[in-house]
Nanobody, 116 residues
Framework: QPQLVQSGGGLVQPGGSLRLSCAAS????????GAWYRQAPDGERDMIAF????????QYGDSMDARFIVSRDNDQNIIYLQMNRLKPEDTAVYYC?????????WGQGAQVTVSS
């Protein structure tokens, strides 16, 4: 059963950093693109970052700046989202996704709260 398991969310003060992880099981993540989305309270689920299969291409959502960095380790079957200089408006549930060739799998979501 293909599955994505997320870790790394939590409470952080403004200006702090977090790294989210998304580990695949039941399939080889290296064969699929990976993406991160977030959904703020009362908001839509928006794509914030995408990384191609080999990690050579990354794309970020229109509203994103250079504070967030997506990466992957195909040997470990994991993608990451490094989030720096976090702001209260980054508070949301963050989801990862694997996508391509007939497979779409979502992670379970991780709450990130930025507050002092």
């Amino acid at each position: 059963q293909p599955q994505l398991v997320q870790s790394g969310g939590g409470l952080v003060q403004p200006g702090g950093s977090l790294r989210l992880s998304c580990a695949a099981s039941g399939f080889e993540f290296k064969h699929y693109g990976g993406a991160w989305y977030r959904q703020a309270p009362d908001g839509e689920r928006d794509m914030i970052a995408f990384i191609a299969r080999l990690g050579l291409t990354t794309q970020y959502g229109d509203s994103m700046d250079a504070r967030f960095i997506v990466s992957r380790d195909n040997d470990q079957n994991i993608i990451y989202l490094q989030m720096n200089r976090l702001k209260p408006e980054d508070t949301a549930v963050y989801y990862c996704k694997a996508d391509g060739d007939g497979l779409t799998v979502w992670g379970q979501g991780a709450q990130v709260t930025v507050s002092s």
